[in-house]
């Protein structure tokens, strides 16, 4: 198999708390919606990076206007 590799972003870290579960989730939904490896391996370092930088194990949700 191919190795594919994909730099951390550069962030401050708060709080290690869900980054492997953010990473998860956001390599397996770019994976599993039949994009590459080099996409998914992205979007799960862009998505754990997020997470560090919050306290605790779910970051807020960004709201979009009308959901209410």
Same mark, same amino acid.
């Given at each position: 198999g191919a190795? @594919?590799? $994909?730099? =951390?972003?550069? @962030?401050?870290a708060v709080d290690a708390t869900g980054a492997g579960? =953010?990473?998860a989730a956001g390599f397996l939904s770019v994976?599993?919606?039949g994009d +590459?490896?080099?996409? =998914?391996? $992205?979007t799960g =370092?862009?998505? +754990? $990076?997020? $997470?560090v930088t919050?306290?605790?194990a779910r970051?807020? @949700?960004a709201r979009s206007h009308g959901s209410d």
């Open positions: 190795v @594919v590799e $994909a730099p =951390a972003l550069p @962030v401050e579960d =953010a990473f994976w599993l919606g +590459g490896l080099d996409e =998914a391996l $992205a =370092a862009e998505f +754990g $990076a997020r $997470a919050t306290i605790g970051p807020p @949700v």
